[in-house]
C-alpha cells in the first residue's frame, strides 16, 4: 500500500447512517449534523432504511421535508434488513462507482449525536496523515460522561482473559484485552466501532466493500483487520467528539439495562470472524479456551456470591454454536 497522494480536487464526505426502527434518533443526529454540513462543503448524507416496516420512512421524509434538509439527505429504502455492512454498502457502492466518488465516506449510527467540530476534526486529522487508511471518534453517554474505548482484534488469549475475569490474568494479559482505554492524544488502534469511522475512498479501492456474510457485529472488526493486512491502519481520534447511546435497534449492547440473551448472529458472526480470518483449528482453540474459563468464572461467581451480570443461557449458546463442531464460515442470518 502507497499512501494517498494528495489532491487538488475538493474534498466530499459521504456520511452515511443506517437505519433499522430508530428514525426519531436518526432525525436527532441529522439536527446535530446540520452545522457540520454548512461548515464543510462537499458533505452529503445517505440514510439507508433497513426494511424497517414500521414508520420510520414517512417520519425520516416528513423531517427532510420540513427542516429543507433535501439538498444534502438523500433517503434510500433498502429491499430488505439485510445487516449493517449490507445497509452500508448498499449507499458506499454506488457512490464509489459514480463520476464523484466521494473522498471519504463516514458511517454513523443512528443514535449518535455529533458535538461541534467532530466532522472537521476527523477530516483535518485524515488530510494531514495520507497514510492512515481508517479513524474514529471518542465516545461520550447521554449525560456527557466520558466512553474513550477503542479494541483489540479478538485472539485465544482476549478470549481466556475476557472470560476468566481474573485480576491477575486481566493484569497480565493486558496486552491482549479486548478492550482498550484511550487517552487524549491520537493514537493507532486494531479497532474501532462502526458509530463512528471515516474510511478514506483508496481502503475501499484495496479491500473492497464490507462483507455481508455478517449480519450483525464484527462487521467492522473484520473491515479493519482486512484494512491492517493491506497496510491501510486504524487511528482514534479523540478531537472528534460523539454522543453514542449503544446498542437502540438490537438492545444487545445498552450499557445501561440488565444483559439480555444474545442472539444468533451474535455467535454467528463471531464464529465466521475466526473461522474466516484464523482457520477453523484456530478458531476451536479459542473456544476451547473460552469455555474452560468462562467455566471457572461461573463457579468463582457462585462461591464468592458475585452478582450474576452474564447474558442468559450464555454458556449453553455458546456452546450450540462453538467452531469445534460447527464447521464452516456462516454467513448472516437473516432472522432480526
Given amino acids: 500500500m502507497q499512501a494517498a497522494a494528495p489532491s487538488s480536487n475538493p474534498i466530499s464526505v459521504l456520511i452515511v447512517i443506517v437505519n433499522y426502527r430508530t428514525a426519531k434518533l436518526v432525525v436527532n443526529c441529522l439536527r446535530s449534523l446540520e452545522p457540520e454540513i454548512q461548515a464543510i462543503p462537499g ?16 417520519i425520516l ?5 420540513k ?35 466521494p473522498t471519504y465516506c463516514w458511517l454513523l449510527n443512528p443514535d449518535t449525536a455529533i458535538r461541534p467540530g467532530a466532522l472537521k476534526e476527523l477530516l483535518d486529522f485524515m488530510q494531514a496523515h495520507p497514510e492512515v487508511g481508517i479513524s474514529g471518534s471518542s465516545f461520550e453517554e447521554a449525560d456527557g460522561e466520558l466512553w474513550p474505548i477503542t479494541f483489540r482484534f479478538p485472539s485465544i488469549l482476549s478470549e481466556l482473559e ?28 486494531d479497532w474501532l466501532p462502526g458509530a ?25 472488526t473484520d473491515f479493519c483487520l482486512q484494512a491492517k493486512r493491506a497496510g491501510w491502519p486504524c ?8 454522543m453514542h447511546i449503544a446498542g437502540q435497534s438490537t438492545g444487545v449492547t445498552v450499557r445501561t439495562d440488565k444483559p439480555k440473551r444474545l442472539p ?20 476451536a482453540i479459542a473456544d476451547l479456551t473460552w469455555i474452560i474459563a468462562f467455566v471457572l468464572w461461573r463457579t468463582r461467581r457462585v462461591i464468592q456470591r458475585k452478582p450474576d451480570a452474564d447474558p442468559p443461557q450464555f454458556l449453553r449458546d455458546f456452546l450450540l454454536n462453538s ?12 432472522t432480526t
Fill in 196 to 220: 463512528s469511522m471515516m474510511i478514506r475512498r483508496e481502503v475501499f479501492e484495496s479491500i473492497g466493500l464490507m462483507d455481508e456474510g455478517y449480519f450483525l457485529y464484527f462487521e467492522e
Fill in 323 to 334: 467452531a469445534i463442531w460447527k464447521p464452516g464460515v456462516p454467513s448472516q442470518s437473516l
Fill in 67 to 101: 427542516e429543507g434538509w433535501s439538498s444534502w439527505v438523500t433517503l434510500m429504502p433498502s429491499p430488505l434488513n439485510g445487516g449493517y455492512a449490507y445497509g452500508n454498502n448498499y449507499a458506499i457502492g454506488p457512490a464509489l462507482e459514480s463520476d464523484q466518488p
Fill in 43 to 58: 458533505t452529503r448524507v445517505a440514510i439507508v432504511d433497513n426494511a424497517s416496516g414500521d414508520d420510520s420512512l414517512p
Fill in 162 to 189: 475476557g472470560a476468566l475475569k481474573l485480576g491477575i490474568i486481566t493484569k497480565l494479559l493486558a496486552r491482549w484485552s479486548l478492550i482498550r482505554w484511550m487517552a487524549e492524544e491520537p493514537a493507532e488502534v
Fill in 264 to 283: 444468533q448472529y451474535w455467535f454467528d458472526s463471531r464464529r465466521r470472524y475466526f473461522v474466516k480470518n484464523y482457520g477453523r483449528l484456530y478458531a
Fill in 235 to 242: 487511528w482514534y481520534v479523540p478531537q472528534s467528539r460523539v
Fill in 61 to 65: 421524509r416528513q423531517a427532510i421535508e
